[in-house]
């Protein structure tokens, strides 16, 4: 494991790491989201929703792509929890959503200049190579378990061989 002053100078090497520079300071401060207003965070849940919905993903989708447990992507969804959350975790929903990364705290806060709905950060087409990555996956498990069952058949096959 790195240190942090390692890690520091390495980013600090590099002139194009401003955005990682931030979530480490935010991530150093340990921000955390207010509590906010119920209504609010049934709006973050309306949100999420609809753009899963949008999407045709489900909850494990979005977990997986966004680096956050499926555990608190269920509470934020349906709305079943209400706690203080970390900054980076509503941003990193926001962006596997494909959104820009403070849309879910815009939504928490009800700020009235947040983008207007249906304005993606990320195009149209991210969610298509997003659904064909997610296929790809899957494919990639069924080959898996049609090679275990290739050998398991031909363990069979061999012991009905050698039985006669």
Wanted: proline share 3%; net charge positive; aromatic share 4%.
């Amino acid at each position: 494991m790195l240190s942090r002053s390692c890690v520091r100078s390495l980013i600090d090497a590099n002139p194009s790491a401003d955005r990682l520079r931030s979530a480490l300071r935010s991530g150093m401060r340990k921000e955390r989201v207010t509590d906010g207003d119920p209504e609010n965070w049934a709006a973050v849940a309306r949100a999420i929703s609809d753009r899963i919905r949008e999407l045709g993903w489900r909850q494990r989708e979005l977990a997986e792509r966004s680096h956050v447990s499926i555990a608190v992507v269920r509470e934020i969804q349906r709305h079943t929890v209400e706690r203080r959350r970390s900054r980076r975790t509503l941003e990193a929903l926001s962006v596997a959503l494909g959104w820009e990364p403070e849309r879910l705290e815009w939504v928490l806060k009800g700020l009235k200049d947040q983008p207007q709905r249906g304005t993606y950060t990320v195009p149209d087409s991210a969610a298509l190579w997003s659904r064909l990555d997610s296929m790809e996956r899957r494919l990639d498990e069924f080959s898996k378990l049609l090679t275990e069952l290739k050998a398991d058949i031909a363990t069979i096959v061999d012991h009905i061989r050698d039985a006669y």
